[in-house]
């Protein structure tokens, strides 16, 4: 007996529609190339598009300065739902869209001084990142509703997924190249929102999975219309819960230090027209108010004596007579040098410095700014821009210092600008014995500009992250101090010279962020491609049962 034709060419065309789906082929139009009808796209090419690029601009807005942290959970769904059932090459262009919208309006200073090139060119690698980052969330959103039929897998598992390698694509972006960038992760839009504390537990990586994990998983409650069954809200529900009334982990308060910090408001921008020694005077006399002062220490930011003392016999006097007058140590910032002329390495130091010893201590930046602080590949890239790099006339090397001073009364964590946004060294220091943090910053080229305002956000999380007060102390502002709450207890205003006295409450104790350092990022990133990798392992599997299926079934009806 022999089938229809009809029939069997039906069953056919099921077939191979479903083989499609399950191999991540692309057949024809995005609403084609998927049979199931929950991994179909929600909006049409041109639409993905358009809301993807409102969504990074409306991610921005989450971030300092316009601080609506809330709006972050808006970008994010703005990010997700387009890609929900797109082909891989629509995402990456999706992806894209969403990447350039948010990093060139978040990191727009960049071209405050230099330009827009480097400004456009950070923003495109940046943005090629979060392209490739979105091909694997829509092979998420194709994959798991294929994996398995569970209502559960879809209100779990998905959003879990999704949140995973949205954390993976942070974790590389922050990793490479040149040491990379991890400036602007979900997590730094909420340094002053009721989910912070969630650092102190799993850190920044932690908190970003929070975010994506909750708001792809609003997107799924909706998808599924979970309105008519509300249990299926529980996922959300208690995610949200536990993230909102978990306190930040508690450390040990073991006194206070009295901490004179200083902002001197000199001309320390590097297209500042100033002289040999211009920066030093500013922060002297900003520095003079408080020398009367019954202080335990002194702190100067990043660039505040632009004249070494360690090779400058009459400048070594001038921080002798300050620590003396002070019968404090100064924690102070310079260029300092080392090797043979013409092999010479220029490192951007931190002294620890006491009258009649001098330097007792120093650290050495650790992550100097490619392309600001040196030119990585040089000989590539004078061939390319040779008008920007030769702007950077002398490189700096990496440190290796332990990122801690031992002041007598207290030991202080260290860091020194851009090195407050990589995750290890402030770990390093709370596991070297820091009891708080003094963060050194020159943000005088970025002036009149969001990056300060997302700096001290950074400084605010790792204050909260580690369970340490942090000083953050610029040349010309924002300076805080911020309690290991996260809450500013003394500034200055911005671009105006002053000087702060602040008790400062120590800490001891590790957070969980701290002790489990790494494994957070690490367990995500590998998890999330395990977990890809099953679906699609599944998805396959499922395909070839059906095959047979529908083979034999087929066949049957031949005979």
């Not at 499609?20 to 057949?27: E, Q």
């Not at 994010?76 to 059932?85: D, N, T």
């Not at 990585?376 to 990496?398: H, K, N």
């Not at 099953?534 to 079934?553: C, K, M």
Request: glycine share 10%.
């Amino acid at each position: 007996m022999s089938a229809d034709p009809a029939a069997t060419a039906a069953h056919e065309r099921s077939a191979e529609g479903r083989a499609t789906v399950a191999s991540g082929g692309v057949r024809g139009t995005d609403a084609a190339a998927h049979a199931d009808p929950g991994t179909r796209p929600i909006l049409p090419l041109w639409a993905a598009l358009i809301v993807s690029a409102l969504g990074g601009f409306v991610y921005d807005l989450g971030f300092p300065g316009a601080s609506v942290w809330p709006l972050a959970f808006v970008g994010i769904s703005m990010a997700l739902v387009p890609l929900i059932g797109r082909s891989l090459l629509s995402s990456f262009h999706v992806g894209l869209a969403f990447g350039l919208a948010f990093y060139l309006s978040h990191v727009s200073w960049t071209s405050l001084y230099l330009g827009p090139i480097p400004w456009l060119a950070l923003s495109i690698l940046e943005s090629l990142f979060v392209a490739g980052g979105a091909v694997l969330i829509t092979l998420a959103y194709r994959w798991v509703p294929l994996a398995g039929r569970s209502r559960w897998l879809r209100l779990i598992a998905l959003p879990a997924l999704v949140a995973g390698l949205w954390v993976l694509r942070e974790t590389v972006t922050g990793t490479f190249p040149y040491g990379g960038f991890p400036w602007g992760r979900a997590a730094l839009s909420q340094s002053e929102s009721p989910f912070a504390p969630v650092v102190s537990w799993i850190g920044s990586s932690g908190l970003g999975f929070v975010m994506v994990a909750l708001t792809a998983g609003v997107i799924e409650w909706v998808r599924a219309r979970g309105w008519r069954d509300l249990r299926s809200a529980v996922p959300v529900v208690v995610l949200v819960a536990i993230a909102v009334a978990v306190p930040a982990f508690p450390t040990i308060p073991v006194g206070d230090l009295r901490v004179a910090s200083v902002q001197g408001n000199g001309p320390a921008g590097y297209f500042d027209e100033r002289e040999q020694g211009d920066i030093l005077r500013s922060q002297l006399e900003a520095t003079e108010p408080v020398l009367g002062d019954d202080v335990d220490v002194l702190l100067w930011p990043e660039g505040g004596s632009d004249i070494d003392p360690t090779r400058s016999p009459s400048v070594a006097r001038i921080f002798d007579r300050l620590s003396e007058d002070l019968d404090a140590p100064v924690v102070l910032n310079t260029v300092t040098v080392d090797g043979e002329e013409g092999d010479e390495r220029f490192y951007n130091t931190s002294l620890l410095w006491e009258a009649g010893e001098g330097a007792v201590d120093r650290f050495a930046k650790r992550n100097p700014v490619p392309f600001g602080e040196y030119i990585p590949d040089r000989w590539f890239y004078d061939a390319l821009v040779p008008e920007l790099t030769g702007l950077i006339q002398r490189g700096y090397s990496p440190g290796a210092e332990p990122p801690v001073f031992d002041l007598g009364d207290a030991v202080t964590g260290l860091a020194i600008c851009f090195d407050v946004i990589y995750d290890d060294l402030m770990w390093e220091g709370a596991r070297d014995g820091a009891e708080l943090y003094m963060l050194q910053t020159n943000n005088a080229d970025f002036r009149g500009t969001d990056e300060n305002q997302q700096q001290l956000a950074i400084a605010r999380l790792r204050a909260i992250e580690t369970g340490r007060s942090v000083v953050n102390i610029s040349t010309v502002g924002t300076s805080q101090v911020i309690d290991p709450a996260g809450r500013t207890i003394d500034a200055l205003p911005a671009y105006e010279a002053g000087a702060m006295v602040t008790d400062v409450e120590l800490r001891t104790g590790l957070t969980p962020s701290v002790v489990l350092g790494g494994i957070v990022p690490l367990v995500l990133a590998l998890g999330s491609l395990a977990g890809l990798a099953w679906a699609g392992i599944a998805v396959q599997r499922n395909a070839r049962r059906r095959t047979r299926s529908d083979a034999g079934r087929a066949g049957a009806l031949d005979s």
